[in-house]
């Protein structure tokens, strides 16, 4: 390939629009242009890169046995109103209809579509089966913003499992636990496996691979210390056993004028965060609900989502407050509270001698023992860790951290097979639905994660296993004949030795051309030049590290080929 005829457009500076470092660069090397806000066309360079990705991941795929298909992107209302996210979905969900008045979606996922197609499945002797695509998918985001880490339209590698329990299931979520490890180290991304929320997918468990980055929109809790790892909305904490000693015959009520906040109740009254009890109310569902967490822990909204399987969630509005407890925020408590749902975090069980709002402006309770004067319907974890917090396994404190998503592995049981009669016999001859597991990885989000873990003040610095090209030939004068036709013959050489090698041989200044070479990430230059010729020698220079050594021209191509080794 030469340089001179392929579509780079480089920039010189950084675009003012681009708020994370591989946006900024994918853009400033050419590699990708903005249609709208979260589409984006991938140029030449993107593509090559984009198809070692895939290259990569379809070997692993093969690997554990999985079978490549490709589904379509449009997908009939009814099949997602069978599994009931037609409308858990929400907006995010692109809905369209056709000339006939038919509701259509564009596939956000395709766990449905692929259980549809399992239905030709009849007996476990065909089990397992594991199944996966590349294929488009299209999410409604409200938010798009960093390049291509929050888009509308991308391309995902899900894959799905299939098998006759959860015993088989276990097994396919291991084996592709293993591919994705091998996968991101083949990529060059740093990524952690976490314990994660399965939000809207449902099931039994999941994992994440996080890459730790400042941009990240997630936080990773973990510990060094003991390798423990966990989704903010997952993570949990050891706390100290509190001593509450005797507590009190029963809550005593007294004025607390102005008091609107945990800190005001802590500062005037002698209550410590830890020992005040505080009451959210939310509707889940529609229905009222108290949420009650100690006083000094936030809540984590995601942790109440999936304690209580609650697909419509909103905090209470003021009034709607008064109307249901007779006061406002500030005063608000669970004692002795009848006709709505309590909800409590693990670590109010058991507590004495607490403090809470007593329904009443102005007026709290102390003396509050939670098991006998609460009427908790539900504990669940509910707080959000902090850092510094104790490790849940080794005690060693917490430490979060930004980290981008890259994928994420689902344990998602027999809710799809179940809702689309996607059923075989088992070896005692019944019929039982199949248990299934999902297993996604966004291939351009993949490809801005490679950049934010590898780049410098000059460019992207790629991994030679993902690079657009491993060698780039740089004629330092285009004008020289000599120099040229010496540039060529090092090019044709690494051509016929299967190197992937771009020559650059613009009429433009070497300056330009170095700019460029290390702007795009190319892990390898080699520079051919008027002086360094007439000394009997080239250059070739490493991008990750910027070392420079000088070999005879005819010992490019055996440099080159053990450096890519």
Not at 83 to 109: C, N
Not at 138 to 158: A, I, N, Q, Y
Not at 474 to 485: G, H, L
Request: include cysteine; charge should be negative.
């Amino acid at each position: 390939m030469r340089w001179s005829q392929t579509f780079t457009p480089t920039l010189r500076d950084d675009p003012a629009e681009a708020d994370a470092p591989s946006h900024r660069l994918l853009l400033r090397a050419g590699y990708v242009r903005q249609l709208t806000a979260g589409h984006y066309s991938l140029l030449p360079l993107a593509v090559r890169v984009r198809s070692k990705i895939i290259q990569i991941i379809r070997e692993e795929m093969a690997r554990i046995g999985a079978q490549e298909m490709l589904l379509p992107t449009m997908h009939p209302a009814e099949i997602w109103q069978r599994s009931g996210r037609w409308e858990l979905m929400g907006q995010e969900m692109f809905r369209l209809k056709d000339r006939r008045g038919a509701d259509l979606a564009l596939g956000m996922t395709h766990e449905e579509i692929f259980a549809t197609i399992a239905q030709e499945l009849s007996s476990y002797k065909q089990l397992p089966q594991q199944w996966y695509q590349f294929q488009t998918k299209f999410r409604d985001e409200p938010r798009p913003k960093s390049g291509l880490l929050r888009v509308r339209e991308f391309t995902m590698k899900d894959a799905y499992s299939f098998d006759v329990d959860q015993a088989g299931l276990d097994a396919s979520f291991e084996a592709y636990h293993g591919a994705y490890v091998r996968i991101f180290e083949r990529l060059g991304i740093p990524a952690i496996p976490v314990d994660a929320s399965s939000g809207t997918m449902g099931g039994s468990g999941s994992t994440e691979f996080m890459c730790p980055a400042e941009i990240g929109e997630d936080l990773v809790v973990h510990s060094p210390a003991c390798g423990y790892a966990a989704n903010i909305e997952k993570a949990t904490s050891r706390l100290p056993q509190p001593d509450d000693g005797p507590g009190e015959p029963a809550p005593e009520p007294f004025d607390t004028p102005g008091v609107r906040t945990i800190e005001d109740l802590a500062n005037g009254y002698d209550a410590p965060g830890d020992r005040q009890i505080k009451t959210l109310v939310y509707l889940l569902e529609g229905r009222l609900t108290l949420v009650l967490l100690r006083g000094d822990h936030p809540l984590n909204e995601q942790k109440l989502v999936d304690a209580t399987g609650a697909t419509s969630i909103r905090a209470a509005a003021p009034e709607e407050i008064q109307d249901a407890l007779g006061a406002l925020p500030g005063s608000l408590g669970a004692v002795g509270v009848t006709g709505h749902p309590v909800i409590a975090d693990e670590a109010l069980r058991g507590r004495r001698g607490m403090f809470t709002g007593a329904n009443t402006d102005d007026v709290h309770l102390r003396g509050v023992d939670v098991d006998r004067d609460i009427p908790v319907g539900t504990w669940a974890d509910l707080r959000e860790v902090a850092v510094g917090e104790p490790c849940p396994r080794c005690g060693e404190p917490l430490r979060i951290e930004r980290a981008i998503e890259v994928g994420h592995i689902f344990k998602l049981g027999d809710r799809y097979a179940r809702a689309l009669g996607a059923e075989v016999l088992d070896p005692d001859g019944k019929r039982v639905p199949l248990t299934m597991g999902s297993y996604g990885i966004g291939v351009e989000r993949a490809m801005a994660a490679i950049v934010e873990a590898h780049h410098d003040d000059k460019g992207i610095v790629w991994p030679v296993a993902v690079a657009p090209f491993q060698v780039a030939v740089v004629i330092a004068q285009s004008d020289d004949a000599e120099t040229a036709a010496a540039a060529e013959e090092i090019y044709a050489g690494l051509g016929a030795a299967g190197v992937e090698v771009i020559i650059d041989d613009r009429a433009e200044r070497a300056g330009v051309k170095f700019r460029d070479v290390e702007l795009t990430g190319i892990p390898f230059r080699v520079t051919v030049g008027r002086r360094g010729l007439a000394e009997g020698v080239v250059e070739v220079t490493a991008r990750a590290t910027g070392e420079t050594v000088k070999i005879p021209p005819t010992e490019v191509v055996e440099r080159v080929r053990s450096l890519l080794t």
